[in-house]
């Protein structure tokens, strides 16, 4: 265990509902990221966070796809609509910036059926 | 951020040592090397990272050439527990996983 918890674990819908998925980070870390892992394929960068604010987000992430940290704590990253394509382990990280060292702590991931 | 070359594939015997080379020749002064891995159906674990001088925890020593153009990392007694896809990532900031080397410790 990371320190890092992310909710549901398991989530299946069908294709055009809204599904909405959170991120408990590690307490004290200040930044946050988002990740997509398809089968056989390492981890894709989505978007990260360094507090409250969005710093970065991929061209992976759709019009469909939106990420929130409101209070610089937890995360939320929605999926509008979903697609049969937005199947995938959706993973969150976080790290503390200090100096140069970035090692990020994964959580268990969220892994998102659409049918 | 630096691209890296791993293998795609190894085998270790259980209870010896696992040498996992990463190529990283366009590496950045200021990049750092690091290693993750993922065990099946978990998140990815940070290992270790270094600049330029070896490194060593209590999971593994990473090892960087003198000119920085490549690593290995280095399991001294391999488990069936370390079966595993094994990330080198070379950056300054943002981690971009590459699709690692899946090593599998045989009994």
């Known amino acids: 265990d990371t320190g890092v918890s992310q909710n549901p674990r398991h989530k299946i819908t069908k294709r055009g509902q809204n599904v909405t998925f959170r991120c408990d980070p590690i307490?004290?870390?200040?930044?946050l990221y988002w990740y997509r892992q398809t089968l056989g394929q390492g981890p894709e960068f989505l978007t990260y966070f360094q507090n409250e604010a969005q710093l970065e987000k991929s061209r992976l992430l759709s019009d469909r796809f939106s990420a929130e940290r409101p209070k610089g704590s937890f995360s939320t990253l929605e999926i509008q609509r979903t697609e049969q394509g937005d199947s995938a382990m959706y993973l969150c990280a976080s790290s503390l910036l200090a100096g140069y060292s970035y090692e990020q702590y994964f959580g268990p991931g969220t892994r998102l059926t659409v049918t | 951020d630096a691209k890296t070359t791993q293998p795609p594939s190894m085998d270790c015997a259980e209870g010896r040592a696992a040498n996992l080379p990463c190529n990283h020749s366009?590496?950045?002064?200021?990049?750092?090397v690091y290693w993750y891995r993922q065990i099946h159906s978990q998140g990815p674990q940070y290992i270790i990272h270094?600049?330029?001088n070896n490194e060593t925890n209590e999971m593994a020593s990473l090892i960087i050439t003198e000119d920085r153009k490549s690593s290995t990392l280095i399991l001294p007694h391999a488990t069936l527990r370390d079966t595993a896809v094994y990330y080198c990532i070379v950056t300054y900031d943002k981690v971009i996983f590459g699709p690692g080397t899946s090593l599998s410790v045989i009994p």
């Open positions: 307490s004290e870390h200040n930044r």
């Open positions: 270094g600049l330029k």
């Open positions: 366009t590496i950045s002064g200021n990049e750092y």
